[in-house]
């Protein structure tokens, strides 16, 4: 009994012996634990992050509007969009004002938001169509590196009815492709070089099963067959040429459909001699205002700057390419 | 005796000992603990807000490691307060993006709290190449935006020479980047404000409270003599607590066991000999039962061991039932089943073995009924007539007299047993029992008698009949014995359909009248014949049955049904078992 009571009373002391030394009053220090966070993938940008950058950007492009003068754009604005932008500013202040076409909603409808670490990063964003019912813009951003800001890089004017697929939401992200993407029915640079053949030789050309048919080109065999007729009453020729440059090109891989929604720079120019010794003018009020004061020839060569936007399916799916929206502008205009 | 006083003086010494020198240590401990407890809980409270500081030096921008902004609270106050005096900013941002921004240049990391106070520190980074780098600085950041410009920050504060400001870091993943402008030196303080504190002093109170409960036991209990401490403990037997008391307990239990012992020798015994009424287990509960006088006799009729009934080949007891009714006393019952078996002995001489073994089916009813019943129905077995009264019970003799049927082999001494237990119990179930474990090949009265007399010699202990005689017949018996309890009273299932069936309707009786009749033919109908062999049994064994048939009528009809049911071949002695028991009643 005795036995049994000493040892539990000794058993109490040592046990609040121990609390004693707990008492370090803050208690122990924290550490950091090794964050597992680092290891899973995460969006580069939230919602409210790309909403700031659209909106800084759109505000440097209305700026720039209101201005017409594009001095301010190279802040926000790169790549071709910028080209296309300036040009626009340019004709926009000699005819009084910025085409129909230019105008970029504030609102959208969809952000395809990169995962990836490094840089240069892509989001491409959808807006709502304008008030004057114009079709939805496809608006690509772009970081070229850790030091730069966020850049509109190309508008594609998205075409009625066309399909674009599926990208995960903001909160998960998605990947961005690469021009070598495998697993697709071409790869994102043979596709656009593709699609530059088709443009040039038309139904000549040897890839015309593998697009189905767009307005972008629809659009420009009707001007080319109009303008043809044109020249032809003058014996003038004319011809287009359409090139790719190197590395303008911004893919997004779309996960649930397999495919890759690609954005691309097609440069083009347009030649026009005309014939019987005559000059040759600038033909629409743009190409005038780009000419401007220049020394009409019996050819002139005008510049413009296309954006593709094309949707290339996964391999294996026996679909063919389609461009689901594009844009045009001439930006140079020549004597030569 | 001498403990007595040793023992007093030592529990008293131990009661002083432990009020007066252990309770003061107690409850001493208990003040101190709770006393611990409430410093803890005002004095050296933990503090709520932590403030850790660190400076930097000849560095431009310093980021957290993940984790380390919101390492004690995810509420953050972050003050810079910079040497020089350019712009210093604070900026929100994710790690890959920080890392982004950092990539080529030298930077410190904070990687957590070296103590409450202080921050940790350490260098990082690979300068990129230092003309880049000035020339960068000297074009006011071309190739970048301003620190404070960049898209990537979730939120950026900044302000001349020093800045503060609040963030709410939840995801780890987020870390804090500041710029001091330039290279130069910094002082850095991280201030949380702990929402959760740690708490200290309920250890303490809990501890406190243990001791201070511990100090009344050791006052009040632990103080008192172990023996009297023990108040309520039961010895079981005699209850009597005193030493002596226990002496005589033991001695009471040794006795028990003794008793015990020898009870079950003798019951061993019992069992093998073949005269001796009651199995093992029968003699054994009633030698534990006649030892332990000072116990109460518990009857639990339901209390039966099937499976050893079954296995047992001296076990029955399925005629307890029988002994359990409540106007007539078990004893009346047995008294008058000696009687009548008696007097069917004279009259049918070797009259079926139905009545044999009814008889010892009776016998062996009773012995399986239980303790009380396995006694009673030895004395019931001894004399044919408690077999005989067990026989409307007597289901199970009918199936006993079937089971020896079945077996078949039976000796002829069983007949002699068997005739007088057949009148009774030709009657119950045997004839059914007999019928439905044998073949139903209209086996010759004498052998159903032989099988019965077996059957219920064995089950009934062997007093009456040839026990010893095939085992399956008192494997028979003992199945048609709880059939034939079953019959009587309750329905259990036998290994034998007949016992089984003769159970559902008192036929058993019948049944064994049949049987025991054998010669008669058993081809009638199973309900029509029957009256046909009872009237034949009733020949046979009606007039020793009859004083059986009367209490067996019931069973007689039962086991007429259950019969009728389990055998074919012995509907005749079913019938006549039936009409028996009818002529009887």
């Not at chain 1, 004002?97 to 959808?126: C, E, H, L």
């Not at chain 2, 018996?477 to 007949?498: L, R």
Request: aromatic residues 4%.
């Amino acid at each position: 009994m005795k036995k049994h009571t000493l040892t539990k009373v000794a058993a109490l002391l040592v046990s609040a012996g121990m609390l004693v030394s707990l008492a370090a009053c803050e208690g122990q220090v924290p550490q950091v634990t090794s964050s597992q966070s680092s290891e899973k993938t995460s969006p580069d940008l939230t919602t409210a992050q790309e909403k700031k950058i659209r909106n800084k950007i759109l505000d440097v492009i209305d700026a720039a509007d209101a201005a017409k003068n594009p001095a301010a754009l190279a802040e926000r604005v790169t790549g071709p969009q910028l080209d296309i932008r300036t040009s626009e500013l340019t004709i926009a202040k000699a005819t009084g004002k910025m085409p129909a076409k230019a105008t970029i909603p504030r609102k959208i409808t969809q952000t395809v938001i990169p995962v990836n670490d490094g840089w240069p990063r892509t989001v491409f964003t959808i807006t709502t169509t304008t008030d004057d019912q114009q079709s939805k813009r496809l608006l690509v951003l772009t970081q070229d590196s850790a030091r730069d800001n966020y850049k509109l890089w190309g508008v594609a004017r998205l075409f009625q009815g066309a399909k674009l697929p599926k990208f995960e939401v903001p909160k998960l992200g998605s990947e961005m492709g690469t021009a070598k993407d495998a697993k697709l029915v071409a790869t994102p640079a043979e596709a656009v070089n593709e699609y530059c053949d088709l443009l040039n030789k038309g139904d000549a050309s040897a890839y015309k099963k593998d697009f189905a048919d767009d307005m972008f080109r629809d659009d420009l065999q009707q001007l080319a067959a109009t303008v043809q007729q044109g020249m032809e009453a003058n014996k003038g020729t004319q011809q287009q040429v359409f090139t790719v440059p190197k590395d303008q090109i911004k893919i997004m891989r779309s996960a649930a459909d397999g495919g890759d929604l690609v954005v691309a720079r097609i440069d083009s120019t347009w030649t026009r001699q005309a014939g019987e010794g005559r000059e040759s003018l600038p033909a629409s009020d743009e190409e005038k205002a780009l000419f401007g004061n220049g020394k009409a020839t019996s050819t002139m060569r005008v510049t413009y700057v296309n954006v593709i936007a094309l949707w290339i399916p996964a391999a294996g799916s026996n679909q063919q390419i389609v461009a689901v929206g594009a844009e045009r502008q001439p930006v140079k205009v020549e004597a030569i | 005796m001498d403990n007595e006083p040793n023992a007093e003086r030592k529990a008293r010494r131990h009661a002083v000992l432990m009020r007066g020198v252990v309770t003061p240590i107690l409850g001493l401990l208990a003040v101190a603990a709770i006393g611990l407890g409430i410093m803890n809980a005002t004095e050296w409270k933990p503090s709520r807000t932590i403030t850790a500081q660190t400076q930097i030096s000849g560095s431009r921008y310093v980021v957290t490691d993940p984790g380390v902004a919101g390492l004690v609270d995810s509420d953050v106050t972050v003050k810079v307060l910079s040497g020089g005096s350019g712009k210093v900013c604070v900026a929100e941002t994710s790690a890959k993006d920080a890392a982004g921004w950092l990539s080529g240049e030298r930077y410190v990391r904070l990687t957590g709290l070296d103590t409450w106070e202080t921050l940790g520190t350490e260098k990082a980074g690979s300068a990129g190449s230092a003309s880049t780098k000035s020339a960068d600085a000297a074009q006011g950041d071309a190739d970048g935006v301003d620190f404070k410009d960049s898209d990537m920050w979730h939120s950026v504060t900044c302000d001349a020479k020093s800045v503060e400001t609040e963030s709410d870091v939840k995801d780890d993943s987020t870390v804090l980047l500041i710029d001091l402008g330039e290279k130069q030196d910094a002082d850095i303080s991280f201030t949380w404000t702990r929402k959760t504190l740690p708490d200290f002093a309920t250890p303490f109170y809990f501890v406190g409270g243990l001791l201070a409960v511990a100090a009344v036991l050791t006052a009040s209990v632990f103080a008192m003599p172990p023996h009297r401490r023990r108040k309520r403990v039961v010895t079981g037997t005699a209850g009597q607590l005193e030493e002596r008391a226990q002496q005589t307990e033991e001695h009471a239990e040794e006795v028990t066991i003794r008793e015990a012992l020898a009870g079950s020798v003798s019951s061993l015994i019992a069992a093998f000999k073949p005269s001796k009424r009651g199995g093992r287990r029968h003699a054994a509960s009633s030698s534990a039962a006649g030892e332990s006088f000072e116990q109460p006799t518990v009857i639990d009729p339901s209390a039966r061991n099937l499976v050893a009934d079954a296995s047992d080949g001296a076990q029955y007891d399925d005629e307890s039932v029988g002994e359990e009714t409540s106007v007539i006393s078990p004893d009346e019952l047995q008294a008058y089943f000696a009687r009548l078996a008696q007097e069917s002995g004279e009259s049918f001489g070797t009259e079926t073995a139905g009545d044999n073994e009814a008889a010892d089916s009776a016998d062996v009813e009773v012995a399986d009924a239980g303790a009380a019943d396995e006694s009673l129905g030895e004395s019931a077995d001894e004399s044919d007539e408690p077999a005989e009264s067990e026989e409307p019970v007597g289901s199970d003799e009918t199936d006993e007299a079937d089971a020896a049927e079945a077996s078949g082999a039976e000796a002829d001494s069983a007949d002699d047993a068997d005739d007088s237990a057949e009148s009774g119990e030709s009657d119950e179930s045997d004839e059914t029992d007999e019928s439905d474990e044998s073949d139903e090949t209209g086996e010759t009265d004498e052998t159903d008698e032989t099988v019965a007399e077996t059957d219920n010699a064995e089950s009934d202990d062997d007093a009456d009949d040839e026990q010893g005689d095939a085992d399956v017949d008192a494997d028979a018996d003992g199945t048609d014995d709880e059939s034939e309890t079953d019959s009587d009273g309750e329905s259990e299932t036998n290994g034998e359909s007949e016992t089984d069936k003769e159970s559902e309707s008192s036929d058993e009786p019948e049944s064994d009248e049949p049987e025991s009749d054998e010669p008669e033919p058993e081809t009638e109908p199973e309900s029509e014949p029957e009256p046909d062999d009872e009237s034949e049994d009733a020949d046979e064994s009606d007039q020793p049955e009859q004083p059986d048939d009367q209490p067996e009528q019931s069973d007689e009809q039962q086991s007429e049904q259950s019969d009728d049911e389990t055998e074919d071949g012995t509907g005749e002695d079913d019938t006549a078992a039936e009409e028996s028991a009818e002529e009887e009643s």
